[in-house]
């Protein structure tokens, strides 16, 4: 068992040797030589050195030494012609320098590349968000935990009488002065606190070699003394070692084996090996984006064995949790590795022998248990009640559940080995096979709609939800498609089309009653022409025959309007290509006189002609017109009557690339802005006694059901609703 785990391990680092060349750019702030930046290097080339397939490219920007902004420029100069034939998969920026010059300069010479960070001191979540570079960056924070390493030396030393802060005045030190200056006023009662950034070497040496006994020195930074001298990071702490006889803090790691005795330190160790992990997963495909900012830094407890031993402190009293170096030295510890394979092959037999017989039994299980999983898997499909079928590259079915199964009316063993085409109409089996083809090639999702008629009439409406599936060996097996029966929902959303088209009868009474006057008063003029005729004896066969023509043109003008109404409330049962002018002219047929008698001016202006079309449903679609245009009616009533103001609906129709727009402008006066963002949602009315579902069902039926577009607008005192409705099928 181990050898096929060791095997796979092996294997799989393998593949990933086997990967394309992944470039990783390392930018440090520091110089190398620097132990921190030194440190942050180890760590992250050790943790890449196990992958052949990564490239990284260490660069130094030296800002201990020289920081401003003509020398960033003249950095960017540089790094343009340096890297201008090369492009990195990731690049890592160590300290606030080098994050700060990407942020800058990272979308001149590394357009969209992410970032990772480590080593930020003080982290400003204002810089990245910068020249939006947000979305490319990510990291790790470091941070110096002043309060726990004064919370320490106030517990080793219980009768300290003063403690001496060493710092500078580099951008660090100030930053790490503001910090302490809201944590020393905590601990002057406990003892005297002394802060010295601003000393010559010379004079600092002598200060701290006059210091008595039952005082301690916490060394924050010291890059530069009073005259500007540099110093290394090794050089400022052993002049100071070398006259100090007083215990000595630090709160980085790359200060030990310098003369401190340790603390709760910023590790550059860990730092490396923190960010070097992200990269991995950046890497190996991971979204940059979802990758969080990591905010605790790794501290760690860390002491020189040499200078506890030489204060005798022991800091197991202190400390749980700790890690100690300089330890003389340990035979096991040195040959920890030696050890561990003497032991380890000592009881190998023995455990060669247990693993074997447990090996053995373990596998008898596995096939009961893999057994009872497929069993328990193809008892789970039947369960489900959503029609489910997968099938290979080939389009062939390999399997269904039993919902599919009892839809189809077959067997599922009768299912395997057909196509689409075995089950569905032509063209839904070919617009289906697209799909599956190109779910094929791009690895991604798709979600459908599908109606399928029955041989019982039936008309049942499904969701298709595909997506690839994969082998154990990495290859594509093929599609699986869960099937969501949503007959019920669109149903109910006809109803509610319907319930709307019900709300707009009394409107449409009304309408046809106005279409009536008129010829109900000719036929009645015609009537009481007749009969005197016929009562003076008058009556000639040719008036009978005019009579009868001239009632005919009535009856058969009021019969259109009742077709018009009839088949406006038929509910329209498929899509259909149909002329936008043809749905206003029966619309107005039904609307028009009673638009006309209430002082309002209908006006259609057809831009781009009178051939305009729309794909979509036919009755549907004059329903949302009808609501639009009686809408705009009652709310010129209520608002201009009053006042004897002739109103105006004007109706715009034109065209543009994907869709053919309508526009239904009227004077009554403008919507409430606070109100005009909810007017399409669902029995939301300003009517008093209005359902509140004419322009939701609106919406529905242009949005949903004609993958259209509609929405308002106030332009001055007018109120304008625009559709955009396709003209084509997709």
């Known amino acids: 068992?181990?050898?096929?785990?060791?095997?796979?391990?092996?294997?799989?680092?393998?593949?990933?040797?086997?990967?394309?060349?992944?470039?990783?750019?390392?930018?440090?702030?520091?110089?190398?030589?620097?132990?921190?930046?030194?440190?942050?290097?180890?760590?992250?080339?050790?943790?890449?050195?196990?992958?052949?397939n990564i490239n990284l490219t260490t660069i130094y920007m030296d800002t201990k030494k020289v920081s401003n902004d003509n020398y960033f420029q003249k950095l960017y100069e540089l790094y343009k012609e340096q890297f201008k034939n090369r492009k990195f998969d990731v690049i890592i920026a160590s300290d606030n320098s080098a994050l700060e010059f990407l942020v800058e300069y990272q979308k001149?010479?590394?357009?969209?590349?992410?970032?990772?960070?480590?080593?930020?001191?003080?982290?400003d979540e204002k810089l990245i968000d910068k020249n939006g570079m947000r979305k490319y960056i990510s990291g790790v924070i470091e941070q110096v935990d002043l309060k726990k390493n004064f919370e320490l030396i106030s517990k080793i030393h219980p009768k300290l009488d003063k403690l001496i802060i060493l710092n500078d005045k580099s951008k660090t030190g100030l930053i790490m002065k503001d910090d302490l200056e809201k944590i020393i006023p905590q601990y002057n009662n406990k003892f005297q606190i002394e802060y010295i950034d601003n000393m010559q070497m010379n004079d600092l040496k002598k200060y701290v070699s006059n210091t008595n006994n039952n005082t301690a020195l916490l060394f924050v930074l010291l890059f530069k003394d009073k005259t500007g001298k540099f110093f290394t990071y090794k050089e400022s702490l052993e002049h100071i070692k070398s006259f100090s006889h007083v215990p000595i803090y630090g709160l980085w790691d790359f200060y030990l084996n310098y003369g401190v005795i340790g603390g709760l330190l910023t590790s550059a160790q860990a730092q490396g090996d923190a960010v070097s992990k992200m990269v991995l997963e950046v890497l190996n495909g991971k979204e940059i984006t979802?990758?969080?900012?990591?905010?605790?830094?790794?501290?760690?407890?860390?002491?020189?064995?040499?200078?506890?031993?030489?204060?005798?402190?022991?800091?197991?009293?202190y400390v749980d949790d700790f890690t100690i170096v300089n330890k003389p030295f340990s035979f096991y510890r040195k040959y920890k590795i030696l050890v561990n394979i003497t032991i380890a092959t000592m009881l190998l037999f023995i455990i060669l022998i247990?693993?074997?017989?447990?090996?053995?039994?373990?596998?008898?299980?596995?096939?009961?248990?893999?057994?009872?999983?497929?069993?328990?898997?193809?008892?789970?499909?039947?369960?489900?009640?959503?029609?489910?079928?997968?099938?290979?590259?080939?389009?062939k079915f390999i399997g269904c559940n039993l919902a599919f199964a009892n839809l189809m009316g077959l067997t599922k063993n009768s299912v395997v080995g057909k196509t689409a085409f075995d089950f569905f109409p032509h063209d839904i089996a070919l617009k289906n096979t697209k799909i599956d083809d190109k779910l094929l090639k791009t690895l991604k999702t798709d979600t459908s709609e599908m109606a399928l008629h029955f041989n019982n009439q039936k008309i049942k409406y499904f969701i298709l939800n595909k997506a690839v599936y994969k082998n154990i060996d990495g290859r594509i097996g093929g599609i699986v498609c869960i099937m969501d029966d949503i007959t019920e929902r669109v149903q109910q959303k006809q109803f509610l089309i319907q319930q709307s088209k019900l709300a707009e009868m009394g409107d449409m009474v009304a309408a046809i009653a106005h279409q009536w006057n008129e010829p109900l008063v000719e036929l009645s003029a015609q009537i009481q022409d007749i009969q005197t005729s016929y009562l003076l004896d008058e009556l000639k066969d040719c008036q009978v025959e005019e009579f009868v023509n001239d009632s005919m043109v009535q009856i058969k003008y009021m019969s259109r309007t009742l077709n018009d109404f009839r088949n406006f409330l038929k509910p329209s049962t498929k899509k259909v290509t149909f002329p936008i002018k043809k749905a206003l002219d029966e619309i107005n047929e039904i609307i028009g006189k009673q638009v006309f008698y209430s002082n309002i001016n209908m006006k259609f202006n057809y831009i781009d002609g009178e051939d305009l079309v729309v794909y979509g449903y036919e009755n549907e679609f004059k329903q949302v017109l009808l609501n639009l245009i009686n809408n705009a009616k009652t709310k010129i009533l209520e608002n201009l009557l009053k006042e004897n103001i002739k109103g105006n609906i004007i109706i715009n129709i034109s065209k543009s690339k994907q869709y053919n727009k309508i526009e239904i402008i009227d004077d009554g006066g403008k919507i409430d802005e606070k109100i005009i963002s909810s007017i399409f949602e669902p029995y939301f009315t300003t009517k008093k006694d209005g359902t509140g579902i004419g322009l939701y069902m609106a919406k529905v039926i242009v949005e949903d059901k004609m993958q259209g577009k509609i929405k308002v607008k106030n332009i001055d005192n007018k109120v304008v609703f625009t559709i955009k409705v396709p003209f084509k099928k997709d």
């Open 1 to 52: 068992m181990k050898k096929i785990l060791v095997l796979s391990l092996l294997f799989g680092l393998y593949l990933f040797a086997q990967e394309p060349s992944k470039e990783v750019l390392l930018l440090h702030s520091y110089h190398k030589g620097y132990k921190w930046t030194d440190d942050i290097s180890k760590a992250v080339e050790k943790n890449f050195e196990k992958y052949s």
């Open 354 to 395: 247990i693993l074997m017989k447990a090996n053995i039994n373990r596998r008898k299980k596995l096939q009961r248990d893999l057994s009872n999983r497929l069993e328990f898997d193809k008892v789970l499909l039947d369960t489900i009640p959503n029609a489910i079928y997968y099938k290979n590259v080939d389009g």
């Open 290 to 317: 979802k990758i969080p900012i990591l905010r605790k830094s790794p501290n760690e407890y860390i002491f020189d064995f040499n200078e506890l031993k030489k204060f005798n402190i022991k800091i197991e009293n």
């Open 108 to 123: 001149k010479l590394f357009p969209k590349t992410p970032i990772l960070f480590c080593g930020i001191n003080y982290f």
